[in-house]
């Protein structure tokens, strides 16, 4: 199973406030996920990722919790600023057998409101 | 910062027509990527190539398209002949390698509308 499911489709967070967005995942080959900030009428730009073999990653005021056990992911965005204001894309990718596309969940659009 | 570069940024075409896309990946990347978005859905995986072939495509890239890499720095995406539900934005991508540091860098893409 290559789907990568992703919650909620869309969040409103106070400035200030933590943005919380989840993942779940079937396919236990996956060893690479990443997370991918939009912006209108841009492209994706990687933003932080992590690999199974740690449970946390932080990158200033992100980070991505990673529960291998339960296959989920979740990104975390401390003190959320009208800057974040973007969608938001996790993705995942099997690094294996020559494999190397990414698939992505269906993404979260994140509002910060000031 | 280097970056990469898609032309048109949008394309109109009737259906049935031949598009094609152009993408100029980052100078030193060896693989190119063709992603798809359609509006308000996830991105999707089209094609990766590597070596002047494709090295791994998915179901949705079926005979209608294509990938070139006709001089050492363009990289397109044709589409034979257009079909309505091939409106989408189409992005390139690039990456150093496919391992540890084979972070994807995406254009801005190319928007696609089939009427």
């Known amino acids: 199973q290559q789907q990568v499911k992703q919650s909620p489709q869309s969040l409103i967070v106070q400035k200030g406030g933590i943005s919380i967005i989840n993942c779940a995942y079937e396919?236990?080959?996956?060893?690479?996920f990443p997370w991918y900030q939009q912006f209108p009428g841009k492209g994706p730009a990687l933003l932080i990722a992590i690999r199974p073999d740690v449970s946390e990653k932080k990158e200033g005021r992100f980070t991505i919790s990673f529960n291998k056990s339960a296959k989920q992911f979740s990104l975390h965005i401390m003190d959320s600023q009208p800057g974040d204001s973007a969608t938001y894309f996790c993705?995942?990718?099997?690094?294996?057998?020559?494999?190397?596309?990414?698939?992505f969940g269906k993404g979260t659009k994140l509002s910060v409101i000031p | 910062e280097p970056e990469v570069t898609q032309t048109p940024s949008h394309q109109v075409t009737q259906m049935g027509q031949e598009v094609i896309l152009r993408c100029v990946p980052i100078?030193?990347?060896?693989?190119f990527y063709w992603y798809r978005q359609i509006l308000g859905q996830k991105v999707e995986f089209l094609v990766s190539?590597?070596?002047?072939?494709?090295?791994?495509k998915s179901e949705i890239f079926d005979d209608q398209f294509s990938v070139e890499r006709p001089d050492g720095s363009n990289f397109t995406l044709k589409i034979r002949s257009t079909k309505l539900e091939d409106s989408a934005m189409y992005f390139c991508?690039?990456?150093?390698?496919?391992?540890?540091?084979?972070?994807?860098?995406f254009g801005e893409g190319s928007r696609l509308t089939v009427l």
């Open positions: 190539f590597y070596n002047n072939e494709i090295s791994e």
């Open positions: 396919n236990t080959a996956f060893d690479y």
């Open positions: 991508a690039s990456s150093v390698d496919r391992g540890e540091t084979g972070e994807l860098f």
């Open positions: 993705a995942a990718r099997v690094s294996g057998a020559g494999s190397y596309q990414l698939t």
């Open positions: 100078s030193n990347h060896l693989y």
